[in-house]
Nanobody, 126 residues
């Protein structure tokens, strides 16, 4: 599956952005989807995930209550709505896909995701 992320940009602290990730090549509903981010000098880290049906979502503590992940299987698209953005949210954001599973613990594990988009830069100014 090929993933194309978009929607990044420059925003002031307290603002909002919505990232999108369009998938092509395979049956989108076969995959759980995740959003990860990587700040300069840091490792890539999990932010949010959604299971194949959209019925279950998972968040890192750092974004819980501010970010919302959703998906539209008819449009082969996953979204990340980011509100109340902070300067520490500045990073390159990546969408990723893994074959669907029943394991909630697997949703936040970076190396279990088989497919990655190219990343979109989010910069939050103070």
């Amino acid at each position: 599956v090929q993933l194309q992320a978009s929607g990044g940009g420059l925003v002031q602290a307290g603002g909002s952005l919505r990232l999108s990730c369009v998938a092509s090549g395979r049956t989108f509903s076969s995959y759980d989807m995740g959003w990860f981010r990587q700040a300069p000098g840091k490792e890539r880290e999990f932010e949010a995930a959604i299971n194949w049906s959209g019925g279950s979502t998972y968040y890192a503590d750092s974004v819980k209550g501010r970010f919302t992940i959703s998906r539209d299987n008819a449009k082969n698209t996953v979204y990340l709505q980011m509100n109340s953005l902070k300067p520490e949210d500045t990073a390159v954001y990546y969408c990723a896909a893994k074959l669907r599973s029943a394991s909630a613990q697997a949703m936040g594990v970076t190396h279990l995701y088989n497919y990655w988009g190219q990343g979109t830069l989010v910069t939050v100014s103070s």
